[in-house]
């Protein structure tokens, strides 16, 4: 009894340092995209994009136009929060609070997907009624 509870222990723990990993991996690659963002980087933040979001809009500053039309307070965030990493049916999303320039506070969740060049964002979804004052 003690082996498999051992065993289930060991597994646990692996599964649990893996999920951290990839945890502050996407935090990185959506903190870099958001800074990319602030320094109107458009080639950096366009880096970040996984492959469906490239062939959609075609350029990185078709990209930029779609964000800062779109989510300004992606376009200029002056806070981030990471909040909780998801699952949702095999797949990662990464809740985060961001600032605008006004001072509004905005809920986003982040579908994250793992490419052969690591975390990159798929898309992006403003959780409606989020927002909160400063």
Do not use: C
Not at 22 to 33: L, P, S, Y
Not at 74 to 94: A, C
């Amino acid at each position: 009894m003690r082996r498999i509870f051992a065993g289930f222990l060991g597994i646990w723990m692996s599964v649990t340092a893996l999920l951290a990993q990839d945890g502050d991996a996407i935090e990185t690659v959506i903190g870099n995209q958001l800074q990319a963002f602030n320094d109107r980087d458009l080639q950096e933040a366009w880096s970040y994009a996984s492959p469906n979001i490239k062939r959609l809009f075609g350029t990185p500053d078709n990209f930029g136009v779609m964000v800062e039309r779109g989510y300004p307070m992606v376009w200029d965030n002056t806070d981030v929060q990471f909040l909780e990493l998801l699952e949702v049916n095999g797949g990662q999303i990464q809740k985060v609070m961001i600032r605008d320039a006004s001072g509004t506070l905005h809920t986003l969740l982040y579908q994250m997907i793992e490419t052969p060049r690591g975390w990159q964002i798929n898309g992006v979804q403003l959780l409606p009624g989020a927002q909160l004052g400063a």
